[in-house]
Structure formats: C-alpha cells, structure tokens
C-alpha cells in the first residue's frame, strides 16, 4: 500500500506539473517549467491527489442517493483542496519568507493565500480524479510488477529528497541574493538573478518578504535593465 502511495503521489505531481506548464505555456507563448521542483513535478498535486484518495477510501460516512452523494463529493473535495493550499502556502511563507502565490486580487480570498474561485476550480479537478483520473491509475499501478514497483519507489524516494533539498537550497541563495543586493556587484547580482530566472517564471507573483522588493523590480532585471534598477534599489533604501 505504501508503495502505491508513492506511486499515486508522483504520477499526480506529474499529471499537475503537466496541468500547470501547459496553461502558463500558452498564456505566455513560450515554455515555462511550472514547478517548485527542478524535474517535472508539482508536488502539492501529489498530496492532493494522495489526500483526496485517501479520505474517499476511508471514509466511514455513506450517503443513499447518488445525486446527493456526488454533491457531497464535490463539497468536500472543495473544502480539502482548499484547506492544503492554505497550509501549503502558509507554511512557505512561514519557511522561506516567501509569498509564492497571491489571489489578494480576487475576491472572497483569505489573506492571498486562497479565494473562491481556484478553491471551486480545484475542488472540480479534484472531484474529477476521484470519478474518473483514479480508477484508471489504480488498474494501471495494479498491473506493475510487485519488485518494479518497490525498485521505482525507492528511486522515486531519492529523486524528491535531492531534487527538493537542491530546490530549497537555490531559493535559500536567491533569498540572500536579494536581501543582500547592496554588497553585490551588479555583474555578480546579475548572474545570480538570472540563474534563477526558473523559479520567477515558475511563480510569477513571488514576493519576497522584509526585502522591500517587489516582484516586477526584479523582472526588470531579467530583462537587462541591471544598472537602473540597482540605483532604484539603493535610492529606496537609503535614509
């Protein structure tokens, strides 16, 4: 079971990774790597996808009507989804000083974090994995070998541990990058932002927090304008 958990976890970070890149790609018209992660692999998919599993496989409730229960379905896969955006934005913000997503645009959110609109679109993608994405993952994992199975899930176990401590590790630096911008020289500022030009493409609404910076100031920088924009920065932060 744990092992089809695994399973279940990276082919619904994949599925969401897909989900994501291909929207971002063609409102952008060009590809963008939609992912915290460097593969590709959009984890807080694959916990959704674990979690919306999960809770309808153990589930003690039991609803006569089927026009109801699929109401019901739909309510409480609203309510789950929207419940682990929140935690999962909290805690990033919480972790990196880090705002990696912000719906303070729209209306009916909670404190950027979540609005109404993206709860109801998520609750629907999630709602339709449980009635139809599921059951044909379930027969697809269930045909796999059971010594292939545990093989790729022990590689699966250390692609994510290197691949997110080495994800975590470059937004620590870009981080620092940023907050300590003043003692940079412009070459070495722009070479680091650049370097990470993955994850702002990623998050177009990352904000990083206590830095005075906000996000399309340090666009501008991917996009050449290096000198004006370190003199702006300076300007802003001197006495």
Known sequence: MAVDIILFFTIYSFLGWVLETVFASIIERKFINRGFLIGPFTPIYGFGGVLIVSYFNWSPFSIDGKSLLLIMNLIVSILLVTILEFVTGFAL????????????DNILNLKGYICIKYSILWGVLAFALIQII????????????????????????????????????????LRKTILLYSKL?????KEKVIKYKRIFLAFPKLLFLNSGIINRDVRRILNGRVNKIKTEFKNKFQP
Do not use: C, G, M
Not at 185 to 189: K, T
């Open 185 to 189: 020289s412009v070459r070495v500022y």
């Open 93 to 104: 913000e919480k972790i990196f000083h880090s705002k990696w997503w912000d719906y303070s």
């Open 134 to 173: 599921h059951p044909i993952v379930t027969n697809l994992v269930h045909i796999i070998p059971v010594q292939l199975k545990n093989s790729a899930a022990i590689i699966l176990i250390v692609y994510f541990i290197i691949d997110t401590t080495k994800s975590i590790v470059d937004v620590l630096d």
